[in-house]
């Protein structure tokens, strides 16, 4: 039985884990680009999956993988051409590869290190035979195929052994890269791989995911969860899980009144965030936090908050805090405050710093930053 020192951390729940899903939803125009590239018998060797976190990138590549891996599916189309990607959750093939059992199907995630500790990025140990496996003959059908997720983990060593791989790619392999930030890529891969971008899901997709999860969910709050999500399921169900619409609530709270803060609340926030345990719940804030931040540089740049309150959304509860920070300071500031907060957030992660302290640090600098008007 696994414990949860051997549970990769990029693991979602396993009804919920993108090998072992059989549905996807909201992505027709990708899977048409990929069987049309398939029916042509003129198939790229490296497909690009590109797009924001959690609306169904890894999920289309195990799709992708176990329709290749089974040889192409079994027909259907016009002319006997396969006309679709899905496959039976019972299909041996299916099975396996959600087991990551398959022989002829290599993934390639962070790693442990020599001290049992998981990685922060993929090391090139963990590409380095990636080359060696696609070159070998498949054990089981025609092809072999490789999946790395994400492609943006790659430390710069990693990611030129990817390289090397993409660019001379050896007969009958299929190198799948889900990548969430495509531009910190190399611009040789990017270039040598053809691109799948797949578009955020709109609000009733997303809405019909969560509910398929988690039924008992009233409407209200999956209308919540949906703008908070801005169209990807798996945010969505993540605040579900870290009690993310509670959360959202309890930090517009201590902002009202903006840019005068709420100590006490902000206390209580701070310390519920930096107990033992509370990582996910501390990712979610910083998320939240950093979101209500783009949002409201995207507003201020579509000219939809200049200033009366009248023309923020009155059914937002973001609306009010949107609205003060707006009328405090210009689109120039609040751009360098959400990269600092995005940049103290993720360093947060990777540093181990003391998590308490930085939602304090984080919600100062923006008062700070709507106090001091130019």
């Not at 609306?55 to 289309?60: R, S």
């Not at 969860?225 to 959202?248: F, K, P, Q």
């Amino acid at each position: 039985m696994k414990t949860a020192e051997d549970l990769h951390p990029d693991d979602d729940p396993p009804e919920r884990a993108p090998r072992l899903n059989p549905d996807l939803f909201g992505h027709p125009e990708a899977e048409a680009s990929f069987l049309s590239a398939w029916n042509s018998g003129r198939m790229p060797h490296a497909w690009l999956l590109a797009g924001p976190r959690g609306i169904g990138k890894a999920t289309l590549a195990y799709r992708m993988a176990r329709f290749v891996l089974a040889g192409g599916g079994q027909g259907g189309g016009l002319f006997g051409a396969p006309d679709s990607l899905a496959m039976a959750p019972g299909d041996r093939v299916f099975q396996r590869v959600g087991a990551l059992g398959h022989s002829d199907l290599r993934v390639i995630r962070r790693s442990k290190n020599k001290t049992g500790k998981w990685r922060q990025d993929i090391s090139i140990e963990d590409v380095r035979d990636m080359g060696a496996f696609l070159r070998l003959t498949a054990g089981e059908g025609a092809w072999r195929v490789a999946i790395i997720d994400s492609a943006d983990e790659m430390t710069r060593q990693a990611a030129n052994a990817a390289l090397k791989v993409v660019e001379e790619p050896p007969p009958r392999a299929l190198i799948l890269l889900v990548s969430h930030a495509p531009g910190r890529l190399l611009p040789t891969i990017r270039s040598r791989c053809r691109r799948l971008v797949l578009r955020p899901l709109d609000d009733t997709l997303v809405k019909r995911i969560v509910a398929k999860h988690h039924p008992s969910l009233p409407a209200d709050e999956l209308d919540a969860l949906a703008r908070l999500a801005e169209g990807s399921a798996g945010r969505a169900l993540a605040l579900v899980d870290h009690g993310g619409v509670e959360l959202h609530r309890a930090m517009l709270a201590m902002l009202q009144g903006f840019p005068r803060v709420d100590g006490l609340a902000l206390d209580r926030l701070s310390d519920r965030l930096g107990r033992a345990g509370a990582e996910e719940g501390f990712r979610v804030f910083g998320e939240m936090l950093t979101n209500l931040l783009s949002r409201l540089c995207r507003d201020q740049k579509a000219g939809r908050l200049a200033g009366g309150p009248s023309e923020a959304p009155s059914q937002d509860p973001e609306a009010p805090v949107a609205q003060a920070l707006a009328a405090a300071a210009g689109l120039d500031r609040w751009l360098q405050v959400w990269e600092k907060l995005a940049e103290l957030f993720a360093r947060a992660e990777s540093a181990k710093l003391d998590r308490k302290q930085v939602v304090v640090d984080a919600v100062l600098t923006l008062a700070q930053a709507a106090r001091n008007r130019t």
